[in-house]
């Protein structure tokens, strides 16, 4: 079963606005990490936080996590045609009696920036 | 250049006629693994490797078989592709430190198996 679940499923936006992409998660988790996958190619990694951070930055990116609440946000500024692209969150949780976890991705947003 | 490679890029098979897409990784690292990508249902992993000769089942391994029988490379065995087969294909790998964490994604293998 899906460990991740992002949300909105599509967001539409114009060049210039702000793009929040949500993902809620059911377990607990060692890192959530945030990928990007240009249509039919593969995924990028984009940022990583740990579940004892509660946000970070890169560039235009910023990552929230919230661990009570089981969810993170991805907010990219100032958004590009070029931004255009699907975008899923990623939850590396401990395997029991293990610490080797197992990377479970979500279904993806669907994000279009317009120029 | 560091990537992760994978052949053929696209595939078009018959059922019942056994198929292997190969994987390669030139950056030395320990976990490798496949997943499928198919509309609505986002990555399903398939089968990870966290070593030469260590390989275990994702998700969604019915009808695959893979083997690690050298660091860098992953090949993902169909022996007898099915039509619900057909999917979007990705290998990845990444290091393993006591948690896997930055996983590099190969470009892909769309398969349509009729």
């Known amino acids: 079963s899906q460990q991740g679940e992002e949300d909105p499923q599509a967001l539409s936006i114009q060049e210039g606005e702000n793009a929040t992409m949500n993902c809620s998660y059911k377990t607990s988790i060692n890192n959530l990490q945030w990928y990007r996958q240009n249509s039919g190619r593969g995924l990028v990694h984009l940022i990583l936080i740990r579940s004892n951070e509660r946000e970070k930055h890169s560039g235009r990116l910023r990552v929230t996590l919230d661990t009570s609440k089981k969810s993170s946000s991805l907010l990219i500024t100032a958004s590009r045609a070029a931004d255009t692209a699907s975008y899923f969150c990623a939850t590396l949780k401990a395997d029991r009696g293990s610490t080797l976890g197992r990377l479970y991705f979500g279904r993806g947003t669907q994000l279009t920036v317009w120029p | ?114």
Request: charge should be positive; glycine fraction near 8%.
């Open chain 2, 1 to 114: 250049e560091a990537q992760v490679t994978q052949n053929p890029r696209y595939l078009i098979t018959v059922t019942g006629k056994k198929l292997t897409v190969t994987c390669s990784q030139n950056m030395n690292h320990e976990y490798m693994s496949w997943y499928r990508q198919d509309p609505g249902l986002g990555l399903r992993q398939i089968y990870y490797s966290m070593n030469v000769e260590v390989t275990d089942k994702g998700d969604v391994p019915e009808g695959y078989k893979v083997s690690r029988k050298e660091k860098r490379n992953f090949p993902l065995i169909l022996e007898s592709p099915s039509p619900n087969q057909t999917s979007l294909y990705f290998c990845a790998s990444s290091y393993q430190g006591g948690s896997r964490e930055t996983q590099y994604f190969g470009p892909g293998t769309r398969l349509l198996v009729l």
